[in-house]
């Protein structure tokens, strides 16, 4: 099974939602995913309200999701980690191991069609940052499940 892990800061914003839209796309017996945070911030937390509501509008439910530490224990776990931004990537490259472990991160936006290479933390803002977050993953994610149908 291809195990898929997305990484932001605090697994409340950014990563919960690149999880929703990433196994909405996917067939689950196959592929699996899951998000945690560079940062133990909000542990046991659920997503952010925002991220959360700008799912819903589209179909999404990532209400049950539970915030969790990424560890180094997940560079053996998972196939692929997709990190949200520079810091997310140097983050989880300082925990890395082995060559092997190094190799398997990446950050989310190069499988986008944009010139913007990191995700923006949208916790700050307001609505608007998510929905723009949201559309931002949504693209990466489809390209990203697109590549995997086709391995």
Do not use: W
Not at 15 to 27: F, M, R, Y
Not at 52 to 76: E, L, P
Not at 93 to 112: Q, R, S
């Amino acid at each position: 099974m291809t195990k898929i892990l997305m990484v932001c800061l605090g697994n409340i914003c950014r990563s919960p939602l690149a999880e929703g839209i990433l196994k909405n796309k996917v067939d689950p017996t196959i592929i699996s995913v899951d998000s945690a945070g560079t940062a133990g911030y909000h542990i046991g937390s659920a997503p952010d309200p925002r991220s959360v509501a700008v799912a819903k509008k589209y179909g999404i439910d990532i209400s049950k999701q539970v915030c969790r530490k990424f560890t180094v224990k997940d560079f053996d776990e998972f196939t692929t980690i997709y990190v949200m931004d520079n810091s997310n990537y140097n983050n989880v490259i300082a925990l890395a191991k082995t060559p092997e472990h190094k190799k398997k991160v990446k950050l989310l936006l190069h499988f986008a069609d944009t010139k913007i290479t990191e995700v923006p933390d949208p916790y700050y803002g307001g609505d608007q940052g998510f929905e723009n977050v949201y559309n931002l993953i949504d693209q990466a994610c489809t390209n990203i499940a697109k590549t995997l149908k086709n391995q």
